[in-house]
């Protein structure tokens, strides 16, 4: 009877053991994501000190990528951290880079073990972290939160595995799948609650790209306008072939205040360049195609070298029907409103129909929700 007894007192102390590993989990993926869209070219990690059931220490990578998130957790625990567990999002650093490792500051801290959500893929890294802690005498277990932390670290997996960001495609339709009205004329289609939302998206995100037509059409700012939170407004990156862009555009004359990327061809002529350099905003040269346009891959290639990780693309029609028919978009916001535009309005894909990504086996349905009169629907890569 005894053992009985005792079996079910191990039992249950195992379950709380792993019900509380969940939970400390789950907030070091939350703080992790605070750095979404700040850290680039680093990914944003989040972090948990705790000892004896108490959380002594959090931290997530700061802006522009330093400190790391476990230093950060480590500072603020101080002396406790010594015997404590640590929850991470991501595998701790263990080459010297513009920081110390990670991996030493964690076992110079005295921490007794590492609960690791996922393995960075890093080759400077790539289990080499965890290894560097078990040979000091950390516990290590990797892979409590590993689903959330793949999605969450996706652009920094994504960058070093194929060398380009995450894309992100977000599209706002009518119930009758059109972008804009008639004569490419601006059009508002998203209610308030929808626009909050994505401009929450902007600021989660490293940068924002359109084309040169929503430019000359809209005139856009492409910033994140929710109070206290401008200053997280992305990189905006236009898609230019010839140099259109206007100098009186809202986005050249706030280039010096929020970075402006112009993606241009090799024949764009420099004169044009050089007035937008002048303005502040820097001008990048990829490959063209032989359509009118620029090689989607090479602008990719061409940000993730300048470590873009999380692309959100807004626009246009055609810009989003080129990503899409290009097979380079891995998640997908679809807004739906639900009046419709008419007949002559400025179809979702150009020539593509909504259905080649709501009906294609290339993408899964991973959320849907309710914003007001809207319906944000999410899909992501199959």
């Given amino acids: 009877m005894i053992f009985r007894i005792l079996e079910d007192q191990f039992v249950q102390k195992s379950r709380e053991s792993k019900a509380a590993d969940q939970r400390f989990m789950q907030l070091a993926l939350t703080l992790g994501r605070r750095g979404q869209g700040r850290t680039w070219p680093n990914p944003a990690v989040g972090a948990v000190v705790v000892k004896d059931g108490v959380i002594v220490g959090r931290g997530w990578t700061q802006p522009r990528g330093r400190p790391h998130a476990e230093p950060e957790a480590l500072r603020r625990a101080g002396e406790a951290a010594r015997g404590a567990t640590l929850y991470v999002t991501l595998e701790p650093c263990s080459h010297v880079g513009k920081s110390p490792p990670c991996a030493d ?13 996922i393995e960075d893929p890093n080759p ?16 290590v277990d990797i892979g409590l939160g590993a689903v959330e932390a793949a999605h969450d670290h996706a652009g920094h997996f994504r960058r070093v595995r194929d060398k380009r960001p995450h894309v992100i495609l977000k599209l706002a339709v009518s119930s ?15 209610g308030e609650a929808a626009k909050a939302r994505v401009h929450l998206l902007r600021a989660q995100c490293d940068a924002i790209l359109v084309g040169i037509g929503t430019v000359l059409s809209d005139d856009p700012l492409l910033a994140c306008h929710l109070p206290g939170m401008e200053s997280r407004s992305p990189v905006r990156v236009v898609l230019d072939r010839s140099l259109r862009i206007p100098g009186t555009s809202r986005l050249v004359h706030s ?5 402006l990327w112009v993606m241009t061809s090799n024949l764009a002529e420099a004169p044009a360049a050089m007035k937008l350099g002048a303005a502040g905003a820097q001008v990048i040269r990829v490959a063209t195609t032989s359509a ?17 990780t ?4 807004e626009g246009g029609a055609r810009v989003a ?3 899409v028919a290009a097979g380079l978009v891995d998640e997908v916001w679809l807004l ?4 419709p535009v008419g007949a002559d309005g400025v179809p979702a894909l150009e020539a593509l129909p909504l259905t080649t990504i709501t009906q294609s086996p290339a993408f899964k349905l991973r959320a849907s929700e309710m914003l007001q009169r809207d319906t944000l629907t999410i899909y992501e890569r199959a």
């Fill in 105 to 117: 500051a964690i076992i110079a801290a005295g921490i007794a073990r590492v609960v690791s959500a």
């Fill in 124 to 139: 400077e890294v790539a289990g080499q972290g965890h290894a560097r802690l078990r040979a000091a005498g950390i516990t």
């Fill in 176 to 190: 009758d799948s059109k972008i804009g009205a008639g004569g490419r004329k601006p059009l508002a289609i998203s």
């Fill in 255 to 259: 280039a010096r205040e929020t970075p």
């Fill in 292 to 308: 009118p346009g620029l090689d989607i891959p090479s602008v990719l290639h061409g940000l993730a070298e300048k470590g873009i």
């Fill in 310 to 313: 999380r692309l959100l693309v």
């Fill in 321 to 323: 029907s080129s990503f």
């Fill in 336 to 339: 739906h409103a639900p009046d």
